[in-house]
């Protein structure tokens, strides 16, 4: 059974930075792609980043492009969202998300498996 399990939400204020892991079990990296995504109350489920199965391919919307950085370390397993210069509008529930396709895609629907999520919040 494949597992994700988020962490390392959290306060912070604006300008600062957090650093998201989300453990896989059940599957290894090298065989997956790997999406965040995030949802702010009210608000629709928004990609974040994504990074494809060897690693050398990493994709960002605009809306992050610069700040955030999706990485992953296939000895742990892991896959990390860091997040720098954060600001009030990044606050929302973040999770991460397994992809079985050889396609890769932004969209939610696309993706097979998905963490609980973890509360990030910005203040200004």
């Known amino acids: 059974q494949v597992r994700l399990a988020e962490s390392g939400g959290g306060l912070a204020q604006a300008g600062g930075s957090l650093r998201l892991s989300c453990a896989v079990s059940?599957?290894?990296?090298?065989?997956?792609?790997m999406g965040w995504f995030r949802q702010a109350p009210g608000k629709e489920r928004e990609f974040v980043a994504r990074?494809?199965?060897?690693?050398?391919?990493?994709d960002y919307p605009d809306s992050v492009k610069g700040r955030f950085t999706i990485s992953s370390d296939n000895a742990k397993n892991t896959v990390y969202l860091q997040m720098n210069d954060l600001k009030p509008e990044d606050t929302a529930v973040y999770y991460c998300?397994?992809?079985?396709?050889?396609?890769?895609?932004?969209?939610?629907?696309?993706?097979?498996?998905w963490g609980q999520g973890t509360q990030v919040t910005v203040s200004s």
């Open positions: 998300a397994l992809d079985l396709s050889l396609f890769p895609s932004r969209e939610a629907a696309h993706y097979d498996t």
């Open positions: 059940g599957r290894t990296l090298s065989s997956v792609s």
């Open positions: 990074i494809s199965r060897d690693g050398s391919t990493t």
